[in-house]
């Protein structure tokens, strides 16, 4: 059961609470497309409609304490599961339903796209990666079968503490693996596990995810000047889960997190360019493939999925839940679908204060 005071906090910022442990946020991106405004990196990268995908957790129990991550630091820390178990189908109608009522203000806003907003009352997509850890719930399987039997694409994000789960699980689109640190050091002290044999864990996990069929992708979260280095360690953790996908991602100086951290500890764009270069040395099986600028990412995949110098890494949504109900094994490389953009354009998020400063235009020095 959820304390007063965390309820209150989380309402005040726009959560709308499912149930006993679950609860829905609009991701920023959803909005922005909705008033044309652009798209999430998960559209170029893999074609999710911003203005359809859900954002929300099936749990608000989380085992780390993450430097990085912008959730109250009120909120639940436990290893177990704590909560009385709420049915997966009311979470799923309550989250819909929670989704709706969170965008409804925009269908009067003067900057709307009508279009945008007529399609997001049709949902495609959920992310299970809003605050928590969503693999923890004890029915996420259900869950998730819930969402493909309606044609919902699963994205779902665990923080590597919970291998047995991942082991469990069953077929979602795909399975994201966060990895914020190289070394059992370094992983203490940015991610401040619970569990005392967290490095363990990790390690579990990343075996257990080597072992998924369908697609999977370790997502790095760069701190400026504690994470941004250990390229041979990362490597090694990375081919040991050996993913499809690699996202690099900025760390972004936002909620609870800047009471941890400093502005200076969010990297510019270009250093997430130059530590993918640095990186990609060492990963001889993946190639960079695209980036989002707005977000400060780079996307790697693996060269198979390159066919006659096209990149395929979005993804066919039809063929996938066409698969899911044939009921027979199948692989990432079964609902494959090309990839529309891809490159580096070599610009960057600190142009703009450069030139406010009067100092020359940054040079990317990876930029061939």
């Not at 929300?56 to 430097?67: E, F, Q, R, W």
């Not at 989002?292 to 063929?319: E, N």
Request: aromatic fraction near 12%; hydrophobic fraction near 30%.
């Amino acid at each position: 059961m959820l304390n007063p005071e965390l309820k209150k906090e989380l309402e005040s910022q726009q959560y709308i609470l499912v149930g006993n442990h679950s609860a829905v946020k609009t991701c920023s991106w959803t909005r922005k497309m909705i008033k044309s405004e652009g798209s999430c990196y998960k559209h170029k990268f893999y074609g999710i409609r911003s203005n359809q995908c859900l954002q929300m957790t099936s749990s608000l129990t989380c085992a780390n304490n993450c430097i990085i991550c912008w959730r109250s630091s009120k909120t639940p820390v436990s290893k177990e599961w704590t909560f009385d178990i709420d049915n997966p189908e009311l979470i799923f109608e309550n989250s819909i339903k929670a989704q709706y009522k969170l965008l409804t203000g925009l269908k009067g806003y003067e900057k709307t796209n009508q279009d945008y907003y007529e399609e997001s009352k049709d949902i495609k997509h959920v992310a299970l990666s809003l605050i928590g850890e969503s693999i923890l719930y004890p029915k996420i399987n259900e869950l998730n079968e819930i969402f493909n039997e309606n044609n919902i694409s699963t994205f779902l994000v665990t923080n590597a503490q919970y291998p047995e789960h991942i082991k469990k699980l069953k077929p979602v689109t795909q399975l994201y693996l966060s990895l914020d640190a190289p070394n059992k050091e370094l992983l203490k002290q940015i991610d401040k596990p619970i569990f005392e044999d967290y490095w363990e864990r990790l390690n579990k996990s990343l075996k257990y995810l080597k072992a998924k069929k369908q697609r999977t992708c370790i997502r790095l979260t760069i701190i400026k000047g504690i994470n941004d280095k250990y390229f041979e360690d990362y490597s090694k953790l990375i081919l040991k889960g050996n993913p499809d996908f690699i996202e690099i991602k900025a760390y972004m100086f936002l909620g609870s997190s800047r009471q941890r951290l400093k502005e200076e500890n969010m990297p510019y764009h270009e250093d997430i360019v130059a530590f993918s270069k640095e990186l990609i040395k060492h990963l001889k099986d993946y190639e960079i493939v695209s980036e989002h600028i707005p977000s400060r990412v780079i996307m790697l995949a693996k060269k198979k999925f390159k066919k006659k110098g096209k990149w395929f890494t979005w993804i066919d949504f039809d063929k996938f839940f066409k698969l899911l109900n044939l009921k027979k094994s199948f692989s990432t490389d079964d609902y494959l679908k090309e990839t529309p953009e891809t490159g580096l354009s070599g610009k960057g998020t600190n142009s703009y204060v450069r030139k406010s400063k009067g100092l020359a235009p940054f040079t990317n020095p990876l930029k061939k």
